[in-house]
């Protein structure tokens, strides 16, 4: 077994126990933390696809930035100590039997389905690559989306500030 | 000839007066939708007199009367042989149609100025005139027998609207359903004649169809239908529809009712021009009917002749002086019938066909005059009964006269238009067929007597006990009544032989002396019976009347033709057929779209719950139904 | 490509993480909670994204910027909805999604 392969069912173990922990914990500053760990050991997966520049944006866009600020949220919101109650039961089997019938579907599915291999040369995925093709405008260019996409984190910025801004005379009210 | 495009004004002024009275009507005082629609109407009366005096004698062409079409538009372009078009067609009955309607409509304009003051719905009543009067137009100038069919229903219409004039009155509403019905129920014919006629002609215009010698029918001659040609069907069934307008029998029941509206109304449309619609439209289709569908023009004549003698019967025994007038009417309207049935084409043939128009005209002028008359004594009386008159001479002395002249004319004494008319009637029945001349001969008479019997009970007689002294009419009815008398009286002098023929050539003809003196003979002996039994009040009417006993009675009901058609309809056709429908209606038909309803709002009551705006649950179902879709498009549908 | 590991055994660990959201999203009450399946949701996509790339196309980066973008669109959805969280915070005085009805009618 190579090292690859020990990396690769290491990781996915990460993932997938800390992903059930997270939605079954009944502490949300601990769900977070298993988040948090399910979204390291996804960066990691990404290493071993070689993608590096993603694997870095995840770790610091995911690990450092939405986490953290899942976990601000909490801190406004709840003691630290808060539990769950438990989820009702109804919700339970419509969460369990959704999730069951589908992963068995979609399972079924892909692994009756043979997918062919492409063994062309991989390209190489480098920080000046990406660059050059995020920016550009020719085939394969995807400057309309980054402009987009900035756009909207800006509108999601200006958002996030105006709906969760203290009303004033509201709270001179209170 | 050209220059008659000016003759769309004919009828569209009453149209803009309509529209004008109808939608402002409200914010005037009444007097001035008065004024307005009478000045209109005179508009169009001088213009249809300029039109007929540039038409008749303008130049006299030696092969007769062109037709002309002024304009013609297509209206309704279904395909592109089949175009209904809209148009103004001249030729002589046209404009001779013209003249009588715009006059009669004048006079009783002018007249309704002063008979409705005071009514409430003044203003309606005078757009309804209006609206009446650019229909029957809009029928008689029609290029094509569609644009007629559509003026002839707006006729109907406005008939309707006229005769339920005072809706408040639960007979009026009656009446005037029932002149809908059953003229509605005739148009069905004249409907389904119209569409055979198009279906084996391939035309709608006039002009083609009445041409002579058109080989438009050549194709027709070899369709039957149980074993009768279809033309005779298609004619035959335009003669129903113009017989539910005409009133002939069996379709007459709706007239007499019709008297339910107001007097002028019966003057203007139950007289003089609405029911000679169905006359005019025999005489229209002449042509083919003539030389198409020889068993129609036979029917056409028996069933004219049969209704003046039944109405001329009917109305010795009726009191009502409207209904005695009514029933005279379709006695008259018979007469036209008839004369068309018996007439030939061309030359002297078509004297029948000459006599039918000249009466047509004659009978518009002194029917319009009785009814106007009758509607006079009616407004010093405030009563329709002939048992609540009596010595009227003395209090209404201009009406006296002008009803005095209308019955001589009526009654066919001689140099009285309604002389020459009857006369060339009877000359071209007598030619043709004897029994039909023998039934005219004795309605010649009976015309004679009741209408003798209406005058000396009206006129003559005691007194009776008057609310207040009877008084007469103002100016503005009794010049209408002059006018009218004086046209009843010269119009016998037209020289309609020259005019208005079948074939539009004119001939000469000649006073047949043979049948004017026992025509005239038979007239007095009417006038002297009615003289003997009704100058002086007597016993003698009521010992003759008891005397015939059932048969008597039986005519005072009119021979109980509205009792049959009541149980027909009521106790035959409602029970048994308009039930069941009803029934299926109801509750096969409504109860299905019900239950359409009903199933939807219980459905929806139920699933209303699941909307309960929980998040999870939305999005159970999201997740839930891509992965039963999914399923499907997998499994089910591959 | 990794030698030994096959584009199924990735696949199978997505849509497990996937699934995993799912059920978290459905059972979970808080919304914060829910918030952090909708981001476990995310990344499963993200690495099918990378690995369909990596081992259908090599040649090719599609699937590489699409992830790119996801995670700028989550990182815009996350602050978005921590900031609708912290109002209905404010006016509920908790965040539970059963209250969170208001709209319903």
């Not at chain 1, 900035?150 to 004033?168: C, W």
């Not at chain 2, 103002?474 to 020259?498: D, K, N, Q, R």
């Not at chain 2, 021979?559 to 009541?566: A, Q, T």
Request: aromatic share 14%; net charge neutral; charged share 10%.
């Amino acid at each position: 077994m190579s090292l690859s392969v020990f990396m690769f069912y290491l990781l996915s173990g990460i993932i997938l126990t800390f992903s059930v922990m997270s939605v079954t914990t009944r502490r949300i500053l601990r769900a977070a933390v298993y988040l948090l760990f399910v979204l390291v050991a996804t960066s990691g997966l990404y290493f071993l696809l070689k993608y590096e520049f993603m694997a870095a944006v995840q770790l610091t866009l995911y690990a450092g930035g939405i986490v953290v600020l899942i976990i601000f949220s909490i801190l406004l919101t709840h003691h630290i100590s808060h539990r769950f109650t438990r989820p009702a039961l109804m919700n339970l089997l419509m969460g369990i039997g959704t999730a069951v019938v589908g992963s068995g579907l979609v399972l079924a599915t892909l692994l009756t389905h043979s997918f062919k291999a492409n063994n062309a040369a991989e390209l190489p995925v480098d920080m000046s690559a990406i660059g050059n093709q995020l920016l550009s405008t020719g085939k394969n260019g995807y400057v309309l989306p980054f402009e987009l996409i900035s756009i909207l984190l800006l509108a999601a910025m200006i958002a996030a500030i105006i709906v969760a801004k203290k009303d004033k005379n509201k709270n001179s009210e209170i | 000839m050209t220059g008659f495009a000016y003759t769309i004004l004919i009828p569209l002024i009453p149209l803009v007066m309509f529209l004008v009275t109808g939608l402002l009507g409200m914010k005037w005082k009444p007097i001035v939708s008065g004024i307005l629609g009478t000045i209109g109407m005179g508009t169009s009366f001088v213009l249809s007199l300029i039109t007929a005096g540039k038409y008749f004698f303008g130049s006299h062409l030696a092969e007769g009367f062109q037709t002309i079409i002024p304009m013609e538009i297509s209206w309704l372009r279904f395909t592109e042989t089949l175009i209904i078009k809209m148009g103004i067609l001249l030729d002589p009955i046209s404009v001779m149609m013209l003249v009588v309607i715009t006059t009669v409509s004048f006079m009783v304009h002018l007249y309704s100025l002063g008979y409705m003051k005071g009514e409430t719905g003044f203003a309606r009543f005078y757009a309804f005139l209006s609206l009446f009067t650019f229909s029957m137009l809009g029928l008689v100038i029609a290029t094509n027998i569609f644009q007629m069919y559509i003026f002839w229903e707006l006729v109907g219409v406005s008939s309707f609207l006229l005769i339920g004039f005072y809706y408040q009155k639960p007979s009026a509403v009656a009446a005037s359903k029932k002149a809908f019905i059953v003229t509605r129920f005739a148009d069905l014919g004249f409907l389904i004649g119209i569409l055979i006629l198009s279906f084996v002609t391939g035309t709608f215009d006039f002009a083609q169809l009445t041409q002579p010698g058109t080989t438009i029918f050549g194709s027709a001659a070899s369709m039957s239908f149980l074993g009768i040609s279809a033309l005779t069907w298609a004619m035959t069934l335009i003669f129903i529809g113009g017989a539910g307008k005409s009133a002939m029998f069996p379709l007459h029941i709706w007239l007499p009712d019709a008297m339910e509206g107001p007097t002028p109304v019966s003057a203007l449309i139950h007289a003089a021009t609405m029911v000679v619609a169905g006359v005019f439209l025999v005489a229209r289709m002449f042509p083919v009917i003539h030389f198409q569908a020889p068993a129609t023009q036979e029917i056409i004549g028996y069933v004219g002749g049969f209704t003046s003698l039944f109405a001329a019967v009917i109305a010795i025994t009726q009191y009502d002086i409207k209904r005695v007038l009514a029933f005279s009417t379709l006695s008259q309207l018979g007469y036209m019938m008839l004369a068309l049935g018996v007439s030939g084409y061309g030359g002297e043939d078509g004297l029948g066909y000459m006599a039918s128009m000249f009466h047509l005209f004659t009978h518009a002028m002194f029917k319009a005059l009785l009814f106007l008359g009758a509607g006079s004594i009616i407004h010093a009386v405030h009563s329709n009964n002939m048992s609540d008159m009596g010595g009227l001479r003395k209090y209404m002395p201009i009406t006296h006269a002008t009803f005095l002249i209308a019955c001589l004319t009526i009654a066919g004494v001689p140099f009285l238009s309604g002389f020459f008319s009857k006369d060339e009637i009877l000359a071209a029945a007598l030619h043709h067929n004897k029994l039909l001349f023998a039934v005219e001969f004795i309605v010649a008479g009976l015309t004679a007597f009741y209408m003798f019997r209406l005058y000396f009970c009206v006129f003559w007689g005691k007194d009776r006990h008057y609310h207040h002294t009877p008084h007469e009419s103002p100016l503005v009815m009794t010049i209408p009544l002059m006018f009218l008398a004086v046209a009843s009286v010269f119009a016998g002098y037209l020289p309609f032989a020259e005019l208005v023929t079948s074939d539009k050539i004119a001939f000469e003809s000649q006073m047949d002396f043979a049948v004017a003196i026992p025509s005239v003979l038979i007239g007095l002996f009417g006038i002297a019976m009615a003289w003997l039994l009704y100058k002086k009040e007597s016993a003698l009417p009521e010992k003759l009347a008891l005397k015939w006993g059932v048969l008597y009675t039986a005519t005072f009901n009119k021979f109980y033709f509205d009792e049959i058609y009541l149980f027909v309809t009521r106790k035959i056709i409602f029970n048994y057929i308009s039930r069941p429908i009803a029934w299926f209606d109801r509750h096969i038909i409504d109860g299905f779209m019900v239950g359409i309803g009903t199933t939807t709002e219980k459905v929806s009551y139920r699933i209303k719950g699941m909307q309960s705006g929980q998040l999870q649950q939305y999005a159970f179902m999201f997740v839930a139904g891509t992965l039963a879709l999914t399923l499907s498009m997998l499994y089910f549908l591959m | 490509m990794i030698e030994g590991i096959g584009i199924e055994h990735f696949l199978v660990v997505s849509t497990l993480m996937f699934f995993t959201g799912i059920c978290g999203f459905i059972i979970r009450r808080n919304l914060i909670t829910m918030l952090m399946s909708i981001e476990l949701i995310l990344n499963s996509v993200n690495i099918n994204f990378l690995v369909f790339n990596r081992y259908l196309y090599p040649d090719q980066m599609q699937g590489h910027f699409f992830s790119l973008f996801i995670v700028g669109i989550a990182a815009a959805e996350a602050s978005v909805a921590i900031a609708l969280i912290i109002n209905i915070y404010r006016s509920l005085q908790n965040i539970d999604v059963e209250n969170v009805n208001e709209m319903k009618y």
